[in-house]
């Protein structure tokens, strides 16, 4: 199926496309929120005893904390929108033949056309990450594709699914060749870390 393929052929560019599943990006705020649930009672004492005692009363010290605090949440939530926002949804070659540009299309928007000569490399890498042992969850692949610009920063494209790197990797390649851009695929294995058990308290089997 053509959905199925690496990259996506158009009549004025070709596209490298994340998959919408895979933008997991940073973890959903509220879950972050409540997995810092330990840490907040020893935050409240940190700053609130120093403060009762600068300023003669417990209450208002109080007040200030929860104040603060709230404030630290909010510029924390907008961090991690941003961050989200700028994950790049889509890579545009362009024209569709042999490209003379490229693009990132990212969730806030597309970022201004780069000259071909300006990528230097792109890494395909294959991410298997391995349950522990007791894990529920099974063995999860994924593949992650990094572009070197020019620049030197590195511009990461959100992970596709998908076991078998090679085929991503021979398009893109066939796809650069003439521009003589090296296209090199890696491994990565890891196993998965042990999730709290937030009902009981407890690390999982």
């Known amino acids: 199926?053509?959905?199925?393929?690496?990259?996506?052929?158009?009549?004025?560019?070709t596209d490298l496309v994340s998959e919408?599943?895979?933008?997991?990006?940073?973890?959903?705020?509220?879950?972050?929120?409540?997995?810092?649930?330990?840490?907040?009672?020893?935050?409240?004492?940190?700053?609130t005893i120093p403060l009762a005692f600068l300023i003669g009363d417990f209450l208002p010290a109080l007040l200030i904390t929860l104040g603060l605090i709230a404030v630290g949440c909010l510029i924390f939530r907008a961090v991690l929108e941003w961050d989200l926002r700028r994950q790049v949804t889509r890579v545009e070659f362009a024209p569709a033949g042999t490209p003379t540009s490229l693009r990132l299309v990212r969730v806030c928007g597309a970022d201004q056309h780069l000259p071909i000569t300006d990528l230097l490399m792109i890494e395909v890498t294959q991410v298997t990450v391995e349950p522990y042992f007791g894990d529920p969850l099974p063995r999860r692949v994924h593949l992650q594709t990094e572009f070197l610009l020019r620049t030197g920063r590195e511009k990461r494209i959100p992970?596709?699914?998908?076991?078998?790197?090679?085929?991503?990797?021979?398009a893109l390649t066939e796809l650069l060749a003439p521009l003589d851009v090296p296209v090199e695929l890696k491994t990565e294995r890891t196993?998965?870390?042990?999730?709290?058990?937030?009902y009981h308290g407890k690390w999982g089997p």
């Not at 919408?20 to 700053?47: D, E, K, N, R, Y």
């Not at 078998?164 to 021979?170: A, I, N, R, Y």
């Open 1 to 13: 199926m053509a959905s199925d393929a690496p990259l996506r052929h158009g009549s004025s560019s």
């Open 20 to 47: 919408q599943s895979a933008l997991g990006g940073p973890p959903s705020i509220t879950v972050t929120l409540l997995a810092a649930g330990v840490a907040f009672p020893a935050a409240m004492l940190l700053v």
């Open 159 to 170: 992970n596709r699914s998908g076991p078998d790197p090679q085929p991503l990797v021979d």
């Open 191 to 198: 196993v998965r870390k042990r999730q709290r058990d937030s």
